[in-house]
């Protein structure tokens, strides 16, 4: 046990240049390459736009066929670069963002929850969500999360309350965007 803590140690902490779980330069693309895949989605602005739309169906759509409402708008408004993802991009340029939660005061039950997938699977597909995310079902626990192409996550979650919660992927700012040379890309982004 100590043996392999220590290996562990060694390779953490060797002089390749690179933390344990960040990929390696070898396997990284070059700065350019990097800028140049961000520059083919949309701005951040625009990639939140987009989200909030799905939010509010999603809401919408829950509160008309199950019942949820009274849904309260949490301001989160958190964000964090993409060091992990995009190595070689500055972090002003690009960034994740976390919308604000929508939270409403009553549960989905668990009767209810095949119709709330279905309903987070039909309005995220609408919008480019389609890759199955974390699923948890824990009676009254539930979670259910899809992802899109750019790793954008939306997520669905109950237990004494209802959750809508939205990541984004990473996304370059506006004035990155602008400054690279890329047109708006409102458009490459379905829903």
Same mark, same amino acid.
């Given at each position: 046990?100590?043996?392999?803590?220590?290996?562990?140690?060694?390779?953490?902490?060797?002089?390749?240049?690179?933390?344990?779980?960040?990929?390696?330069?070898?396997?990284?693309?070059?700065?350019?390459?990097?800028?140049?895949?961000?520059?083919?989605?949309?701005?951040?602005?625009?990639?939140?736009?987009?989200?909030?739309?799905?939010?509010?169906?999603?809401?919408?759509? %829950?509160? *008309?066929?199950?019942? !949820? @409402? &009274?849904?309260?708008?949490?301001?989160?408004? +958190?964000?964090?670069?993409?060091?992990?993802?995009?190595?070689?991009?500055?972090?002003?340029?690009?960034?994740?963002?976390?919308?604000?939660? %929508?939270? *409403?005061?009553?549960? !989905? @039950? &668990?009767?209810?929850?095949?119709?709330?997938? +279905?309903?987070?699977?039909?309005?995220?597909?609408?919008?480019?969500?389609?890759?199955?995310?974390?699923?948890?079902?824990?009676?009254?626990?539930?979670?259910?999360?899809?992802?899109?192409?750019?790793?954008?996550?939306?997520?669905?979650?109950?237990?004494?309350?209802?959750?809508?919660?939205?990541?984004?992927?990473?996304?370059?700012?506006?004035?990155?965007?602008?400054?690279?040379?890329?047109?708006?890309?409102?458009?490459?982004?379905?829903?």
């Amino acid at each position: 046990m100590i043996m392999a803590a220590g290996l562990l140690l060694v390779a953490a902490c060797s002089d390749s240049g690179q933390y344990v779980g960040t990929p390696s330069s070898e396997k990284s693309m070059p700065s350019q390459d990097q800028y140049a895949e961000l520059s083919r989605r949309p701005s951040i602005d625009e990639a939140v736009a987009h989200y909030d739309r799905l939010r509010h169906a999603l809401q919408a759509r %829950l509160s *008309a066929e199950l019942g !949820v @409402t &009274g849904w309260v708008d949490k301001q989160d408004g +958190r964000q964090s670069g993409c060091a992990n993802d995009f190595p070689g991009v500055d972090s002003r340029d690009a960034v994740r963002m976390f919308l604000s939660f %929508l939270i *409403a005061p009553k549960p !989905v @039950t &668990g009767e209810q929850w095949p119709a709330a997938t +279905r309903i987070v699977t039909e309005v995220g597909a609408a919008h480019g969500f389609d890759k199955p995310g974390l699923q948890v079902s824990k009676p009254p626990a539930f979670e259910f999360e899809l992802k899109d192409q750019y790793q954008a996550s939306v997520t669905l979650s109950t237990d004494k309350t209802t959750v809508i919660s939205i990541e984004t992927g990473c996304h370059l700012t506006t004035a990155a965007k602008q400054s690279a040379g890329g047109a708006p890309a409102s458009g490459t982004m379905r829903g």
